[in-house]
């Protein structure tokens, strides 16, 4: 399984673009990037997913190097409610392998005003 | 459809006591995970189902944990003999096949063993 890293933590204030850069060096070529949000108390939910270059979404932007052996979650413009856990996970969507996606310690995001 | 449910949303149980959870997915998805979450902690995969087979197992469920889908629809987890390390949310999730959209997850279900 390809692992993650991705910083703890974060701050950043209300307005600001916000990028978080997750590494992931043994990512296989069946395997998708996936960001999850999750609030307290509450489970993860799903923000994005993409395989290479470049991905957009109501809520954000995903960018994949060609190598992808990294990816940066951009968040334009976060506002208090964006104050959460975000979740980097590489894993095979399909499941051919038994390949679970598996979730890391995650980065904590904390949006001041 | 509401999204993934889960039922209770808390439990408080004394240690030794059995307890079960139940997860009802989105009707259309065929595949249901459970995952374990601790304080502080990202979720921690238990199990898998494809439809009602149940075709993984994490090492950490020990034999203590039990795991249903009958008719591929709703599942159960069950937990038999509780130990205060059970403490946690117990998290579940569903997908379609294949699926570009990631898992849908439910709120959880808190349990603390006492």
């Known amino acids: 399984l390809a692992k993650t890293t991705q910083p703890i933590s974060m701050d950043s204030y209300e307005g600001q673009e916000v990028n978080i850069t997750c590494s992931h060096n043994n990512i296989a070529t069946n395997d998708y990037i996936t960001w999850y949000q999750q609030f307290p108390s509450q489970g993860p939910r799903f923000i994005i997913q993409?395989?290479?270059t470049k991905v957009t979404n109501e809520v954000a932007s995903l960018f994949i190097p060609a190598d992808r052996k990294s990816s940066t979650l951009s968040l334009p413009r976060v506002s208090l409610s964006d104050t959460a856990v975000y979740y980097c996970?590489?894993?095979?969507?399909?499941?051919?392998?038994?390949?679970?996606?598996?979730f890391g310690g995650g980065t904590r995001l904390m949006v001041k005003p | 459809d509401t999204g993934v449910s889960q039922d209770p949303r808390h439990k408080i149980t004394k240690r030794g006591q059995n307890v079960t959870f139940r997860c009802d997915p989105i009707?259309?998805?065929?595949?249901l995970y459970w995952y374990r979450q601790t304080l502080g902690q990202g979720p921690e995969f238990l199990t898998y189902f494809q439809n009602e087979a149940q075709l993984e197992k994490s090492r950490l469920l020990s034999d203590r944990f039990s795991a249903e889908r009958p008719k591929g629809s709703f599942s159960t987890l069950e937990i038999q003999r509780t130990e205060q390390g059970d403490s946690a949310m117990y998290l579940c999730a569903s997908s379609s096949t294949p699926h570009r959209d990631g898992y849908t997850f439910g709120s959880g279900t808190r349990l603390t063993v006492v």
């Open positions: 996970l590489v894993g095979d969507q399909d499941n051919n392998a038994g390949n679970m996606l598996t």
């Open positions: 009707s259309e998805h065929n595949r």
């Open positions: 993409g395989y290479k």
